[in-house]
């Protein structure tokens, strides 16, 4: 069974950066899919970022030259590297992971606020 847990979250300052982990338990991580999603007060789940199992990666417009999304395979976790931080990312963190889209697992979520 594919279990994700997502670390990392907590308050930071306008102009800060904080690195948020996801760690994927259960196996052929490297043939995942995986990405991250935030949800901020008030509005919908949006995409941030995904990286493939190539490695290949999509960022939002909002986050595109802030945030850098990544995976170590060997060691089963995916990671995002949030700088310049403004305070409409505050949101809840999501991890997802798929090996096709009908199926995907997610975190339980870490909040991220930015405020001064």
């Known amino acids: 069974q594919v279990q994700l847990v997502e670390s990392g979250g907590g308050m930071v300052q306008p102009g800060g950066s904080l690195t948020l982990s996801c760690a994927f338990s259960g196996s052929s991580f490297r043939f995942y899919t995986m990405g991250w999603y935030r949800q901020g007060p008030g509005k919908q789940r949006e995409l941030v970022a995904t990286i493939t199992s190539s490695e290949n990666t999509n960022y939002a417009d909002s986050v595109k030259g802030r945030f850098t999304i990544s995976r170590d395979n060997a060691k089963n976790t995916m990671y995002l590297q949030m700088n310049s931080l403004k305070p409409e990312d505050t949101a809840v963190y999501y991890c997802?992971?798929?090996?096709?889209?009908?199926?995907?697992?997610w975190g339980q979520g870490t909040q991220v606020t930015v405020s001064s």
């Open positions: 997802q992971g798929a090996l096709q889209v009908t199926r995907a697992y």
